[in-house]
């Protein structure tokens, strides 16, 4: 079974743009979660999609927002970036949202703000 | 405040040697438990959970993880270390209703040969 995959892998934007990240989750795992992490704050959750539906989000700025697609599919947009939102972002995928499933995650994606 | 503690940023082995990563814990109830490894310019590959049960947890590449309730701990642990073991290692918790993994800072584990 092929894993949570997630495009663009690397990305650099300037301050003041907005950028898409896309992940695609194990087939049949119908949540996804979204993590930022950076050198000086670790691993931070940005929230979760369960069938369609945000059903967590962590301590992040309205300028990071996500959606999920019928196909489970998810989209993470950053607007008007930051210096700071230079980061790994990765993405996970499980089974279902609450639980005990493990979530797996992808390679991620480098976003470097110029 | 609920979170994870890793005391030590790296850890030091000699290949062949047992190594153990450690990691202690501060939440409310009763948490799931992970570990997660990641290598350079990689995400987070798995290893194992503990959820309820056995206190020694077996996982992935050999790593097992002891569970200590009264010490809030949840220590990785491998019999014989690998130069390729070498990597950064992550603790986690998850409360059993929620979404979230809340996350150690992370140990760098060095295998020397």
């Known amino acids: 079974k092929a894993g949570v995959t997630q495009t663009p892998r690397y990305l650099i934007k300037t301050r003041g743009q907005q950028v898409t990240l896309s992940c695609s989750p194990i087939?049949?795992?119908?949540?996804v979660s979204w993590y930022q992490q950076t050198p000086g704050q670790g691993l931070q959750f940005l929230f979760e999609?369960?069938?369609?539906?945000?059903?967590n989000k962590g301590n992040f700025p309205g300028r990071f927002s996500g959606r999920q697609f019928s196909n489970s599919r998810s989209e993470m947009n950053v607007s008007t970036l930051e210096l700071g939102d230079s980061a790994l972002y990765l993405c996970?995928?499980?089974?279902?949202?609450?639980?005990?499933?493990?979530?797996?995650f992808g390679p991620g994606t480098r976003l470097t703000v110029l | 405040a609920q979170s994870v503690a890793q005391p030590e940023d790296q850890v030091n082995v000699a290949e062949g040697n047992p190594l153990t990563v450690k990691c202690t814990y501060s939440?409310?109830?009763?948490?799931?438990l992970f570990w997660y490894v990641q290598y350079p310019n990689r995400g987070l590959q798995f290893l194992l959970k503990?959820?309820?049960?056995?206190?020694l947890v077996k996982g992935s590449y050999g790593f097992e993880a002891e569970f200590n309730k009264s010490q809030t701990s949840f220590h990785l642990k491998k019999p014989s270390a690998l130069v390729s073991d070498s990597a950064l290692y992550f603790c986690?918790?998850?409360?059993?209703?929620?979404?979230?993994?809340?996350f150690g800072k992370g140990t760098t584990l060095s295998v020397s040969s």
């Open positions: 087939s049949g795992h119908r949540s």
């Open positions: 503990y959820i309820t049960g056995d206190n």
């Open positions: 996970a995928s499980r089974v279902t949202s609450g639980g005990t499933d493990t979530q797996y």
């Open positions: 999609y369960f069938s369609e539906t945000q059903r």
């Open positions: 939440v409310s109830g009763n948490p799931y």
């Open positions: 986690a918790v998850r409360f059993p209703a929620g979404t979230a993994l809340i």
